[in-house]
């Protein structure tokens, strides 16, 4: 397989992991990545501010920045400007990137390049600046991926997607159409989250604590927790792209309930669950010690939340709703 280099999404998901106090190899093992590689990014790619030593520490969009810095640095055509501006002659007068890097071969030039280097580079922010896309042969304003990112399309696949949901779940006319999200909390409260569940029509709120943050363990728990329901109250749950989720697939055999994924980032597409991460955070702030919370204040918290009148529910409360959906059941 060839050699890809984390993207801003492995970044942000290695940043929860670690603030979870997750070790490297569990990382590793959730990104489908080798833990050298984990571990080497965290070592290079950290924030250090030998000033204020209290900030120190990973953050994706700043390992981000410094991984593209220092990929620009090691950039033959950014460093060298006389090969940059030869590549580039060559470009205009028509030839593709293989040729160019064939012929600094066939020539015995001292200093070469690889065709994936031009190609890397006329798609730079620099190359589209220069509109150097427009003197390929084969002219795209992006370039097309050499292959594509199997393991993320086998987790997710298309026939999955929010927009091959049913309409009916869309417009919340039916019972049993879930949302789920994970709340994370701050790395002083260690691996704990708690997972937060909504059904779609009645806004009824179910949140249960999580000891860890691996996909195998979380599916299991919203198993325990979903299957006391009857079947037809727990049809589908619509889920974000979090790779706590990839073990979707023991839903439907484990108690009958579908999964769907929202697009990527696009955490306004299942806006329920949001909204309840948001109410719940009243009561569960990220400095909440996790790990001191017993089931019956989780349930507590539940009951708080589920007791509140509702506008879209007619002034009705989730539980009344709710309760009102089972009693249909019967």
Known sequence: MAHTELDLRERRTIEDMLNAKLSVSKIAAELGRHRSTVYRDI???????????????????????????????????VRLEDLRL????????????????????????????SHETIYAYVYSPDGQS?????????????????????????????DRSIHERPDYVNTRETFGEWEG???????AQGKMNVASLVERKTRFAVLF????????????RLMDVMEPLPQPARKSITFDRGIEFRNWRKLKPGIGTE???????SPWQKGSVENLN????RYLPRDAPVAALSNRDMKSICDRLNATPRKCLGW??????FRDELMKLR
């Open 86 to 113: 030869s590549v580039i002659a060559q470009l205009k007068e028509g030839w593709s990137p293989e040729q160019i890097a064939g012929r600094l071969q066939f020539e015995g030039q001292p200093v070469r390049v």
């Open 43 to 77: 070592k290079r790619n950290g924030f250090v501010d030998e000033e204020l030593p209290q900030l120190n520490g990973y953050y994706g969009m700043t390992a981000q920045r410094s991984a593209l810095r220092r990929r620009a640095r090691r950039c033959k055509l």
């Open 181 to 187: 999200d994970l709340m994370i909390f701050e790395r």
């Open 316 to 321: 009705r409360t989730p539980t009344e709703a």
């Open 130 to 158: 220069a509109e150097l896309a427009r003197h390929l042969p084969n002219r795209r304003k992006k370039r097309q991926p050499r292959r594509r990112r199997t393991p993320r399309g086998l987790v997710f696949p298309p």
């Open 259 to 265: 999964a769907w994924f929202c697009d990527p980032q």
């Open 278 to 281: 948001k109410r719940a955070r």
């Open 209 to 220: 604590r999580n000891n860890d943050r691996s996909t195998t363990y979380l599916m299991n």
